[in-house]
Structures are given as C-alpha cells and as structure tokens.
C-alpha cells in the first residue's frame, strides 16, 4: 500500500493554518481598503469587479484553511490519546525522534512501530472522512504552498524529517 503523502503533509501544515488565515484577512482588509484610491494608474486592479473578485478567492481560501484544520483535528481525536499525541508531537509541535523517544520512554525499535501505526490510523481517519489520496488532490491541488510541503515529502518517500523555515512557509502560503 502506497502511503497517503497528503496525511503527513496536512500533519506537518496544521501549524501554519490559524497564521496564514490571519494573513489572509489581513490582504482582504488591505484590497478593501487601498480599494478606494481609484486612478487612472490602478483603476483595473482596484475596479469594483476585480476587487470583489480577489476577495471572495480570498475568503474561499480561508474557509479551506479552516476546514482542514477542524478535518486534522477530527481525525487526530479519530485515532485515539496516544497516537495523536504521538502526531502532534512529532508534526505539529516539530519535536525530533530522539526526544519523543525521550518523552515517552521508547526504545527505537517501538517508537518507530508506533508513529508508523499513528499515521496509518490518521490515513485511515481522514479515509474515513471521505478525504482519500484523490479527494485532497483535488481538494488541496490549488494551495502551492501545501503542494510544495507535499513534493518535499514525496522526494524523501518520507524517511527523513523535513523542516521548512516558517518565515519560508508563511512566504510561501501568502502568495
């Protein structure tokens, strides 16, 4: 069985959701509000039609935002006490394998046993749900900065644990 790369990319993502929505109010309030300097100069980029348009692509892209995280978090009460907190540790709050051995007193050979069940038991949440492989392809496939957490992912088959630099990945989010 081929391994659900989007389960581990929306773990990893979960962290950066509530800042990139913030974000995204923020560049709704500003198109709003830089709106109203209409001028020869920017009268397509501010025209109503233009403006109405990049705040609802905005706004769609916020409720999707919002709904992938209440989804994780679903899906992490879904898989049960240990295993989410296995996975918020080692996705969410960015802790390394040694000290989430540490915290919980795992030799190697289990704790690798058990992050491998967790995920499998995420995968099988958000199954579940609805949200195979296919459906947060199409679901997911527009946001560029999920798609490139997802190809760095597929690039390391996920053996190795990727760190994207949050001021790189908010950059990324925004565009």
Do not use: H
């Amino acid at each position: 069985m081929v391994k659900n790369i989007w389960a581990k990319t929306i773990l990893k993502s979960y962290r950066y959701l509530e800042r990139i929505a913030d974000a995204i109010d923020r560049m709704i309030e500003n198109r709003g509000l830089f709106s109203m300097s209409m001028n020869s100069s920017n009268y397509y980029y501010n025209n109503i039609m233009s403006v109405a348009d990049k705040i609802i692509e905005l706004s769609e892209r916020k409720i999707k935002l919002i709904n992938l995280k209440l989804l994780t978090e679903r899906a992490l009460t879904m898989c049960g006490r240990e295993p989410a907190n296995l996975l918020i540790s080692k996705y969410i709050n960015g802790k390394n394998n040694e000290e989430i051995m540490i915290r919980y007193n795992f030799p190697p050979r289990t704790f690798f046993r058990k992050i491998e069940k967790a995920e499998a038991k995420f995968e099988r949440a958000l199954d579940c749900m609805g949200y195979n492989y296919e459906n947060l392809e199409k679901y997911l496939g527009s946001e560029e900065w999920l798609l490139a957490l997802k190809s760095k992912y597929q690039q390391t088959n996920g053996l190795k644990e990727i760190s994207v630099p949050e001021v790189k990945m908010e950059r990324l989010a925004v565009c």
